[in-house]
């Protein structure tokens, strides 16, 4: 058996469909998938306001420790970073957008 199918039979199909199992299988941590839904980090939103203290307490609760799997934490803080970044980006675009549509209405 896969580590896929040890987490849908651990945690039931619904782990997959989880936007943090697919955010950590993208980026080849899904193995964390279950520890974070025990956590009650199953939502990626939740990231959005998370500083470094905060993550660091994430990783620990987890087992993503630099003691334990070090190869693992610097992947995953990347990701973090990056995934805050593209959701920085869309919000802006998101703001250009209806700001773009406002005017557009106005001189309808």
Known sequence: MNMDEE?????????????????????????????????????LDQFRTMRT???????????????TRKGHLKPFYAAIKQWKIIQTINKRKDKRDI???TIKNLHV
């Open 7 to 43: 987490i849908m039979r651990r945690n039931g199909n619904d782990s997959m469909r989880s936007g943090i199992s697919v955010w950590l299988k993208e980026i080849n941590l899904l193995e964390y998938s279950v520890k974070f839904i025990e956590n009650g980090y199953d939502d």
């Open 53 to 67: 203290e905060d993550l660091a307490e994430l990783s620990n609760d987890v087992g993503l420790t630099a003691k």
């Open 99 to 101: 700001k773009k549509n």
